[in-house]
Structure formats: C-alpha cells, structure tokens
C-alpha cells in the first residue's frame, strides 16, 4: 500500500543452456521429499458483506502477542531452514559475489551547503552509514555527525531515516527507530559541538523543519493508524509543544519541511489524487500559517519558492502529467495572477522540480525515458541533457544552494553502473564526479540490455527491459527473472544492480516490466492501473511473462517472478490467474489479504488508501476488490514453487497478511511444490536493515530461485 510502497528489490534472469548431455541432471526435490511443512490451526472468523459471505480460516493469525502465533511463525522459519539448509553454500557464494562487486570503503561525494561540505561513507565490515561534513574546504577537519554504527550497536535492527540541520549549522535533528518498521520513528535532537542529545523527544515523528531562529522546530507526528495527521512547534527547551495544524480528514496525511531559500516553513496535506499547502515565514516561527490556495478535491499542487516568486507545479484531471505556474509572492490567491511557465503536455509527466535562482531544472519522462532541462527562470532557450541509449534512468539531484549555475544527475542503465554527473548551465559542459565501481570488475559490452513491447488483452502496448549475458540463444531454455511494481504511478525504473548479476552471469535473463498502475508512460499509464482498472496491472505482467516465452528467451518452466509490497499484491494475483505461467515465485512482504485489510480502518495506512484500491465498504469497488485479492482466490489448483518475505514490526504490510496466505495455501494447493515462509523476527517491511544483513536476504532469495531452476552452484 502507499507507503506499501518500498520494496523494489532487482534481480536478474534467464539461465544459459547447456546442452552437455553427459551432465548428471539436477533432481529437483519436491515438498514430498521434506518433513511435513507446519499446518495452522483452523478457527473459522465468518463476515457478511453487502450478502457475501467469507469464511476466513486464518484470522486468528494477525495478534503477535498471542503465544500460539509466534510459535506457528517460528515453526514456518524452521521448515524454511530444512528445506533451505542444502542451499546453504550456495547462499554463501552468491553473498561473496555481490560483497565482491561493492566498494566495502566507500564515500558519496560531496555537497556544499549552508558552508559546509556534506557526504557519508561506509566501511568495511560495518553495516551502516558514518554521516560527515567539513566546513569550507574538503582539507578542513572532518566532523562526524552521526555515527550510525555505534547508534546501532547491539541492536537486531535500527532504522536511521536523516536529519536536519539547524540554520545556525550548530544542531541538527534527526529520526530513528530500532524495530525496522517505516512509520514509527523518534525525533531527536543533537547539539553538534558536543555530540550530546539535548532539548525533548518525540516518538512517532514524520517530518521536522527548523525556524531561522535556530530554537523552534516544527515536527509531524502519527496517530494509532500511522497516519502523519499532526504538525507541531516546540522550542528546544519548551516543556511541551503546540499544535498548529490536526489533519481531520483520514485520507490525508500531512508533513512539514523548510524551503530552499530558507524564507518559508511549509505544511503539505496529501491524499493520493488531492494536495495543498500553507505556510508562514520561517523568521516568524509564531504566526499562523497562511493557505497558499484551498483544497480542491482532485487537484494536487506543491510549491516551490523563488526569491521573486513561487513556482507551483499543478495537476488536475485535465492536466494529469501536470503543469508549472508561477505566481507572486502577494495576492497569489487570485488565480488570474498567475503565469503558465510550463505548459501540460499529454506526452510528458514532470517528475521532479528544482529552483535554483536563474533557471528551473526538471526531470521529465517521455515514452517511459527520463529527460532533464533547465528552464530559465526570466525566459529564454531551454538547456537539455541527451541521453544515448535505448533503455536507461536518469534522475535529477539537484543543488541545495540556491545561487548555484549547476546541477547534478545521476544516470545509470541494466548494464551500466550509476554515475554521478555536475552539469554547468552556463557553458553547457558536463563532468563526471564520481562512478558506482565493481571492485571485482565489470564490462558494459558484455551484456546486451534491449527494450520490447507486450501487447495486452485490450491492445495497449506494455514496455519491458532486458539485459542478459551476450551469446544467448533464444531457443526457449533460458531461466529468466522477471520483476515489477505496479503501483501508486511508482515507476519501475532500470537501474544497475550488482546483486542481480549472480544471476545473469549463471546464463538468467533479468526483465523489467514496466505496467499500468506505475507512471512509467505518464499519469495515464497510471490511473489506468489503480481502482476499477486494477486488473490491467496483472494482465500487463502476464503479456509481458507470455511475451518472454513467445520469443523465446524462456520457457514456463524456467519463468520465476518476483515483485514486494504492492508488487506482493502483483505476485499473488498473477499467481492465481496463471499458475501454469511460472516456476517459481518470490512475493517479497505481500500485501496480499486486501479486502480484510481495506475493511478495518483500525489498521495502518487504510482510509488514505481509499482513493488507490477503493472503498470496500462501497459495493462496486468491494466486488472488484473482492475478484482479485489474492488471499480470497486462492483456489485447489496447482501453483508454482513459492518463497514468501515478511517482517514482524512491518507497519506498511502487517505480518499476518503473508502468514495467512502461506497458511491458506498450503491448505488448498493440488500439487507438490514448494511454498516457504520466511519471516524477519527482528525487522519491518524492508527486512534486515543492516547492509551486510540485506545482501544475505537477497543470497537467500537467489538461492531459493537456481534451487528451483536446478543450478546448484
């Protein structure tokens, strides 16, 4: 669901025949072969709904504090390490692979802001992030400013989620938590110069924006569902804080943040189809904060300040990919004062805006590829960054000084490592600054990434990456990986992903399908994949699956599909709809009971979720929800080898969503594959949070997927 949103775990594909027919065949073992997999005690719980009844075998599961629940995940986790203990090798080279293709040493590359040089770095061994600066030069004494390492030492999981550092450069705030969930953080504040914690604590903080008087900082915090519905102020040694804003419509959540220019404090309310904004001056913390321009149901506009003026990006119905205005600094109530600055174009969604004080850089998407610009802020020619090749992403960085002339862009591709680039507007040139390196080497030329189209049941065209090693023959034995999304206008972008090369250099061919329902073709792309068009998600991957197979990269056979979250959602409706189509099945933190969890509003990240899935206490949208919710249709059929990813505090997908469709299927399934649980007793929804601990997940989740394929080594 929305913030169901996180897990975009990429992975590669398509296995490399070998026709060596003196080779000893791989015997592929079954459940059969296994002790018998743990079987959840049945407890019917009956609803009724609009005059349906379900009967939901399994609902007992969703309260951990009851002894027997635990006790049936562990079990799960035991029957995972049975059948996974063969695996265990294999598992561990895979882990030194990628260990091999990081830079264990490493270091981002600095950003100037406010006098100070910013970057972080990683070292050998440790699992998190040193945060750092230097003030003036990068030949000034280094300032460690968190240490997250030592913040986390001797806890099973620990979420570090940024910071904020005061105006006066002297503190900076910053959020936490040690349970690896996403919603529940604690805000802290620490005084640089001693490194000590001082002033209050806040547990459940969303958002944090400082005062330019370096001692009021505003902050958002949760309610009982998760949803950031509060913004409050509070000095540093204040006893307590004031309210300045309560969110009361359930829909929305609200967040604070500072601007660029340092002038304004902002307070954004967010649906998933409406959002506006207020603001006061961040000199006069006390104020009351100002609307920019009312709520309108189904117009969504943030705004971005220019010293001169504010530029407003807008989007409504019949401007779905968007516009920008801009509008003065006073009387911008009036919409007949503002100016078009950036026209709606059908073709092309703007992603991303930065102001800067003579130009206005953008990140736009056309056909599915990024496209970068800068605007002049007072007219005139247009300054653009052209891309070469045919499948890539390029995303735009920014600068976090407003007087600055350039940006920076990251650029990567499925064979391509990211590279971080600074381009000069002014002359045009550009310079590479730093490049993600393979330590154990890695050549471009030695994979070939192409772009393909599925055609879908109702004939629109679906786009799809793939990179595999170059030499493949398309004679249909390749195993072959393929990912999505699927979601929220989350696009699945290609990127370069080290991990996944373990499984193209053992002959996989890796895919990326690029479905409605992501806003990879544009806001349409879109709303054609959301609420009474949900379906076009999942019947979008099957093309994509079946096109595989048409041409001949891959057979049934040798298909595995992965995809987490809301792409978890993805994985169990394709699952139920085309069994037959995959061999394997990695649903990562599913959300995957969608009618129960959309019917409880007590639960997190539900009501806010309406305008994405649909309201199922409506019955229009709660017998389409009820047709393709995975937990609900699952039927007696044969279904694919399938490995299932949770995590016990996961505050986006809650843990019995994947323990309740283990249990269910299991029960009802017809044949004699595998399906695992494998449940983080320690972490949230993007599993273990230590880097070190994140490669072994992904091991496991390679390993499960050649097992399956029969590649033992």
């Not at 599915?368 to 610009?373: P, R």
Request: net charge negative; hydrophobic share 35%.
């Amino acid at each position: 669901m929305k913030s169901r949103n996180y897990i975009i775990l990429f992975v590669a594909t398509t296995l490399m025949a070998s026709c060596n027919t003196s080779k000893k065949e791989t015997v592929m073992l079954k459940q059969s072969d296994f002790p018998a997999p743990p079987v959840a005690e049945v407890i019917p719980d009956t609803f009724t709904n609009f005059g349906q009844t379900r009967i939901d075998n399994y609902y007992w599961l969703k309260d951990k504090n009851n002894p027997k629940v635990i006790d049936y995940l562990k079990a799960e986790n035991a029957y995972t390490d049975t059948v996974m203990a063969s695996t265990k090798a294999l598992q561990q080279t895979i882990y030194d692979e990628i260990i091999g293709r990081m830079k264990e040493d490493d270091e981002s590359y600095p950003s100037f802001s406010d006098g100070y040089y910013y970057y972080s770095r990683t070292e050998k061994g440790k699992q998190y992030r040193t945060y750092c600066r230097r003030k003036g030069t990068m030949d000034a004494p280094e300032e460690i400013i968190f240490d997250v390492n030592k913040m986390a030492e001797g806890k099973p999981a620990y979420i570090f989620h940024g910071y904020s550092v005061s105006p006066d450069n002297s503190k900076a705030a910053y959020l936490c938590n040690e349970t690896g969930s996403f919603a529940e953080f604690t805000l802290k504040v620490k005084d640089l110069a001693s490194g000590r914690d001082i002033g209050f604590t806040v547990n459940g903080a969303t958002s944090m924006a400082w005062a330019n008087d370096n001692k009021t900082l505003f902050y958002g915090i949760i309610d009982n569902t998760l949803r950031s519905y509060r913004i409050l102020r509070q000095m540093l040694d204040a006893p307590k804080a004031d309210l300045v804003y309560e969110e009361t419509d359930t829909r929305f959540s609200t967040y604070v943040s500072g601007s660029k220019t340092k002038q304004y404090i902002f307070i954004e309310s967010t649906s998933s189809t409406t959002a506006d904004e207020r603001y006061i001056s961040a000199d006069k913390p006390l104020d009351a904060f100002h609307v920019f321009l009312p709520r309108i149901q189904d117009v969504e506009y943030s705004v971005y300040p220019h010293k001169e003026k504010f530029f407003v990006r807008y989007k409504d119905k019949e401007n779905l990919n968007g516009k920008i205005y801009e509008a003065p600094l006073t009387g911008h109530e009036d919409r007949s004062t503002w100016k078009e600055f950036l026209a709606h174009d059908k073709d092309v969604r703007i992603e991303g805006i930065d102001v800067l004080k003579d130009y206005v850089t953008l990140e736009l998407r056309k056909n599915g590829l990024s496209e970068i610009i800068a605007k002049p802020v007072s007219g005139g020619e247009d300054k653009a960054i052209t891309f070469p090749e045919p499948v890539y992403s390029a995303g735009l960085s920014g600068n976090p000084e407003y007087d600055a002339t350039t940006f920076r862009y990251t650029y990567t591709s499925l064979n391509r490592p990211t590279t971080l680039y600074e381009y000069n507007i002014a002359n045009g040139e550009t310079a590479k600054l730093k490049e993600q390196e393979i330590p154990s080497g890695f050549n471009p030329g030695d994979y070939v990434v192409e772009r393909l189209w599925a055609t879908a049941p109702d004939g629109v065209k679906v786009p799809m990456a793939i990179v595999y090693k170059k030499g493949l023959k398309k004679d249909g034995t390749h195993p072959t990986l393929i990912y999505s999304y699927g979601s929220y206008g989350i696009s699945s972008d290609v990127y370069f992903s080290a991990s996944m090369f373990s499984l193209i250099d053992r002959g996989f061919v890796y895919a990326l399908a690029q479905i409605r329902g992501g806003s990879d073709l544009g806001e349409q792309w879109y709303e054609d994949g959301k609420l009474l068009h949900k379906k076009n998600t999942f019947t979008d991957f099957i093309a994509c699956s079946e096109l595989l197979i048409n041409e001949k990269y891959t057979s049934a056979n040798r298909l595995a599909a992965m995809g987490g979250s809301a792409g978890g959602l993805l994985m169990g409706a394709v699952t139920n709809m085309r069994p037959d189509l995959y061999q394997t099945i990695v649903a990562q933190v599913p959300f995957i009971d969608v009618i129960n969890t959309m019917l409880d509003d007590t639960l997190p990240l539900t009501t806010g979720e309406y305008e994405e899935w649909g309201n199922p206490n409506e019955e229009e949208y709660y017998n389409y929800m009820l047709s393709y919710s995975p937990y609900d249709n699952i039927t007696a059929q044969n279904y694919p080898n399938i490995l299932v990813t949770g995590g016990i505090n996961d505050s986006q997908v809650l843990f019995h969503e994947p323990a309740k469709y283990v249990a269910k299927l299991r029960s009802l399934k017809t044949d004699d594959n595998i399906v695992l649980l494998h449940m983080n007793m320690d972490s949230g929804h993007g599993g273990a949070t230590g880097r070190y601990d994140g490669i072994k997940d992904t091991a496991f989740e390679f390993a499960f997927i050649l097992n399956r394929v029969g590649i033992e080594k």
